[in-house]
């Protein structure tokens, strides 16, 4: 079993920047991969980032250029920064990982963008 928290979520206006972070119990080093996901209200589920063991990192068209993904493996730790934000970067924002046998997410951080 793995446990996922982010923090970092929160209320900020169009244009600028918030950090997310996801802290897992236990090391980065044994997922495949761990990334970013959000839910906006009325929409489904999507990919916004994600990065590789090996440090590949893959983004959402609608987020590139603006959000960097990356991990910090000392501290069990990957992050989202995102700057520009957009109102329509508004959205719960899950943490994931690939465990190998098993996915696993956080429980979400809210981020709302007001325009």
């Known amino acids: 079993q793995v446990q996922l928290v982010e923090s970092g979520g929160g209320l900020v206006q169009a244009g600028e920047s918030l950090r997310l972070s996801c802290a897992a119990s236990?090391?980065?080093?044994?997922?495949?991969?761990m990334g970013w996901y959000r839910q906006a209200p009325g929409k489904q589920r999507e990919l916004v980032a994600t990065?590789?063991?090996?440090?590949?990192?893959n983004y959402a068209d609608s987020v590139k250029g603006r959000f960097t993904i990356s991990g910090d493996n000392a501290k069990n730790t990957v992050y989202l920064q995102m700057n520009s934000l957009k109102s329509e970067d508004t959205a719960i924002y899950y943490c994931?990982?690939?465990?190998?046998?098993?996915?696993?997410w956080g429980q979400g951080t809210q981020v709302t963008v007001s325009s």
């Open positions: 236990r090391s980065t080093f044994s997922f495949n991969a």
């Open positions: 990065i590789t063991r090996r440090g590949t990192t």
């Open positions: 994931w990982c690939d465990g190998g046998a098993y996915y696993y």
